[in-house]
């Protein structure tokens, strides 16, 4: 990081009093040395990485971060408050702030600060110096990495800023040599002894793969060296990941998994004791986890070898839990990979017939026919891009249900079956049975015992040729009619919904779009609609679903923007900063934008979502609505029958949701003598009152 941060990037009196002014304070240096190009369009960026997860750390540190076209180069800037500022960790108000930029391509660039600066701040002499460092020069090397932080704390000592005992520094040196070490394969003993100490290889991840994937790898080896166990770890981020040496998996005596989505080719570490849990469990306990795979294995205790029949969920999962869990992860995988080319196929067909015109969906093939010149041949291209996006739908539906379920050997005759379901015109419901048979077929071919002479051709042509002609078996002779039937029965039912059935069914899929805030249940609501678009010629039924599942997935998050504006005091500082964000994630129909106020205050905020949304749902099928794209939000307005009707059907919903939000959190009684909960005296009372800053 040597050019990222300079002492102009540096304020080691940051007096800011919100994590907006702090982010404003940092990013007018980053302006003034020419990093960042437009300030206010930077900082949009910057809240809304913040209202998608807060960046608080627990340490009292905060790390808002974002990629932006306005960032000229990767760029970090480091400000010190000594009042603390709230970034939303579960401890308490940050005193130090890092505040990355990264240019909006830079994936690489972004990353690679991010897991720098992200490892060196579980280092406690780290953070130490930092706090007690007295000038920015100073701090700016220690960030780089220039100085050791030894050296930093000699240097304030000397100018009188801090104190730190000169015999500090030989443990210190110690301890940077062997966390450089501790990124090759095999780390450095803690302490010598006759015994070859017992070694550990661990895994961590977590859903954006950036912060706490290495805090989590830093953390565990830190306590390794202070328990003197080797501990080697495989860093599974957004970049992708470097695969352990397969000796140094062979040699070690047990696996530590600190991860929040699946670890990557398992099957590596099968067969040793293993401990399994959440990567904020690797940040926050590591010497607990270190402890409990030892005692794992004295007693002995070891996961099935590789090839044993264990599904990815039971894999990566508690083993405790249900087949119902079991059955929902499933289904939401295949639906997580789906809906990209929904987004995707359907933006371009509502595109194609914007610019060609409705009767753009008989033109004939783009390869025969196209004038440059002309918007009909281009709607047209659009168009038929967008229809081989959306033919993919129901196979990729089917193949990645197929693949939660049984891993790799299920996606082959998942497709197959997604495919033949879609030639068959059993829709949605086949591409749900065909991924459900295939991950159950390929799961029952795994149980059966092979010779170990076949099990090298079992994953590339024994299951994909058994599980892919039990599958199309299934699905064109046996299943496959049934369910086409239904299919047919439930889009004439659709077809044939009017008046008071037709706006009871938009009130239900408004309430199961505000249920979970985009959990299952909205995942549900959403992919039954866009199921019914998927077509070249969607009826006008499913094109009023799709315009009444898209108007109360944009109520809650605007609902709560508008309720932090005219009722601010009931909010907390950090709420009002949310709702800032709010207005452009409910314009998008990003429902999850308001996730941060329901998880503050679920059993006011959810009831109240809900019948906003369910209003806004019925007012939209009650004013015939129409929409062909199955995302967007305000920006595909025009592609909307009854535009004015529409968005008047998205206000009276917002309008419902605010109103009950605010009497609902208005009539909550403070403690007595103290402020209320809700107001600004009371959200600064419970600062005061919670855990402080890490002070220096």
Known sequence: MSEMITADLVDLDLSAESKEAAARALAERMVAKGRVTDLDGFLADVAAREAQMPTGLDGGIGIPHCRSEYVTEPTLAFGRSSAGIDFGAADGPADLIFLIAAPAGADDAHLTILSSLARQLMNAEFTDALRGVSDAETAAALVRGDVTPAEAAEGAAASGAGAEKDTAAAPTAASAGAAAGSTSPETPEAEVTEARPFRIVAVTSCPTGIAHTYMAAESLENAGREAGVEVTVETQGSAGFTRLDPAVIAAADGVVFAHDVPVREKDRFAGKPTVDVGVKAGINRPAELISEVRAKAERGEKTAPAGAATTPVERAGDSTEGYGTKLRKWLMSGVSYMVPFVAAGGLLIALG????????????????????????????????????????????????????????????????????????????????????????????????????????????????????????????????????????????????????????????????????????????????????????????????????????????????????????????????????????????????????????????????????????GALSMMFDATLRAPHGGIFVVPLIGNPFLYLLAIAAGVCVSTALVVVLKGTRKPAQGTPAAGSAEGAAAGEKGSEQPVAA
């Not at 009619?481 to 009017?498: R, S, V, Y």
């Not at 932090?564 to 909010?571: A, S, Y």
């Open 353 to 616: 017939f914007a610019i060609g015109g409705w009767t753009v969906n008989k033109a004939p093939s783009v390869m025969d026919h196209f004038v440059w010149t002309q918007s009909d041949s281009w709607g047209a291209l659009l168009f038929q891009i967008g229809g081989m996006a959306f033919n993919f739908l129901i196979p990729v539906l089917a193949g990645y249900i197929a693949y939660g379920m049984a891993d790799r050997p299920g996606l082959v005759p998942g497709f197959v079956g997604g495919a033949i379901s879609l030639s068959i015109n059993a829709g949605f419901l086949g591409g749900l049975a065909a991924g459900l048979i295939a991950g159950g077929v390929v799961l029952a071919i795994q149980r059966v015992h092979i010779p170990a002479a076949m099990r090298g051709i079992m994953p590339v042509v024994v299951i994909p040729l058994i599980s892919s002609a039990v599958v199309g078996f299934l699905m064109f002779v046996v299943i496959g009619k049934p369910i086409a039937a239904a299919q047919k029965g439930m889009t004439d039912w659709l077809n044939g919904l009017t008046g008071t059935n037709a706006v009871l069914l938009g009130a239900l899929l408004g309430l199961m779009m505000c249920f979970d805030l985009g959990g299952p249940v909205n995942k549900v609501a959403y992919t039954f609609a866009t199921a019914g678009i998927a077509v070249a010629g969607p009826s006008d039924s499913a094109m009023k679903i799709m315009a009444a599942v898209m108007a109360a997935g944009m109520v809650p998050p605007l609902a709560m923007a508008l309720a932090t504006t005219v009722r601010g005091k009931l909010f907390t500082p950090a709420e009002r900063e949310n709702g800032k964000a709010a207005w452009v994630l409910g314009a998008s129909f990003i429902t999850e934008g308001a996730i941060p106020f329901a998880a503050a205050d679920p059993l006011r905020v959810i009831p109240s979502a809900m019948a906003g949304g369910a209003v806004t």
